[in-house]
């Protein structure tokens, strides 16, 4: 099968704005599009420039818009993209170059929840034990990768770069609902601020691009019942 | 602060759906338009009943309103100066509408029977 990849292009040492360029390549449908980039990267043009690491779906590292949605480079196949393909940065954070966008804003966005175990009380001998309905309680957004696909297609973080945006919440609410953690109030501050969950306006965005499935408007959602529940 | 306006938007969601369904089957169902007129709404404003009901769906419609214009505006007028000013009118005519409006159902009297 042979496919045509229109791929926007930007190097902003060199170019004045984003171009277009394109690309065809022979492929098997069951090709993932990675396998296309690759395949133009490494025989045709190897100026074209793009993240993956894991080319797997585990890493994280290839999200980009896709004919128009949010998804991983190594987990779409190219049977279901057609035979003309556009591929695009994600939407939102400056381009580094070509497909890589800078993610540095979105990590420091992550880094304000404090994604990591907070705890007052005396560290146990053992190890805090958790029963299985408590893991389950927030087993959906463990699942995150922190590739930014859902981030870059919410219409509420293109008109304000300052939402927290969902990825963060998402990790933060990994924490805020684990029953071994001690940090949830400080995180749910930081989370009622005027740029954090409030700028949700339940979009459902974020749900269609997460490539691990996971629910983050339900997330966000239960962010917001649990701030609810606090104040009143 | 964000929370009470998230939350007010819902509550207030939920009960202007009665009352504006209410007002919905007197004033266009059960009556219609073309047979209300003046001595229909001063003989309804006799009773407080009528009053607070208008009353009460003023303040949550107009407000709810508001807060979605408020919203709008923050989310899509980036540059500083315009947003400051579209707010500002906002909230002044906000407050012009809810005034004259109040004042209006509390102080209706009606004249010539
Ligand atoms: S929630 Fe999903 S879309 Fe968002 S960063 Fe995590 S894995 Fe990516
Ligand atoms: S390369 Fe790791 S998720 Fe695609």
Redesign the pocket.
Known sequence: MKVTLKIKRFNPEKDEKPWWAEYTVEAEPTDRL?DALNAIKWYQDGTLSF?????????????MLINGSNA????VLLKNLGENIKVEPMRGFRVARDLMVDLEPFFDKYKQVKPYFITHSVTPEKERQQSPAERERFDDTTKC?L?GACTTSCPSFWANPEYIGPAAIVNAHRFVFDSRDEGREERLEILNHRDGVWRCRTIFNCVEAC?RGINVTRAIGEVKKALMFRKL | MELYAWLFMRVSGIVLLFLALGHLLIMHVIHNVETIDYHFVAHRFMTPFWRTYDLVMLWLALLHGLNGARTLIEDYVGVRGWRVFSLASLYILGFIFLALGSLVILTFQPVGG
């Open positions: 990675l993240r993956r690491s894991c080319m797997h779906g585990v890493c994280g590292s290839d999200a991983l480079a190594c987990k990768i590739c490539p």
